[in-house]
């Protein structure tokens, strides 16, 4: 049996590829692996721009979980849809916590370019 695997996919890798498969349900199972997996899960979606996902990511923006909060603000930013900039705006007026904030800017200026 050989040490590496011609073939090998990194789970980033894997990420993607359930993501672009467009399983609507993906966000939710990402929630039941864990923290880490779900943060990285959004992330991927906001990179791959996939809007099918967005009134997840607008949910996932009033976590009262940071973390969530954070990777969300990113993933809409990434998306640059107007509907996404008018959630990030309602919360920019919501949160409290300065690194969300930030992110929460960062996402609305990629907007407005």
Not at 40 to 63: A, F, H, N, W
Not at 100 to 112: C, F, G, N, Q
């Amino acid at each position: 049996m050989p040490l590496f695997k011609k073939n090998a996919e990194s789970a980033e890798e894997r990420l993607r590829r359930a993501c672009n498969e467009r399983d609507e349900k993906y966000i939710d199972k990402a929630m039941k692996k864990g923290k880490a997996s779900l943060i990285i899960t959004v992330r991927i979606l906001g990179e791959e721009q996939m809007d099918g996902y967005l009134p997840k990511l607008c949910e996932l923006l009033s976590s009262p979980d940071r973390e969530k909060r954070l990777a969300a603000a990113y993933a809409l930013g990434e998306m640059r849809y107007s509907t996404a900039v008018t959630f990030l705006s309602r919360r920019l007026e919501e949160e409290e916590d300065e690194e969300v904030l930030d992110e929460i800017r960062k996402a609305i200026a990629k907007y407005r370019g």
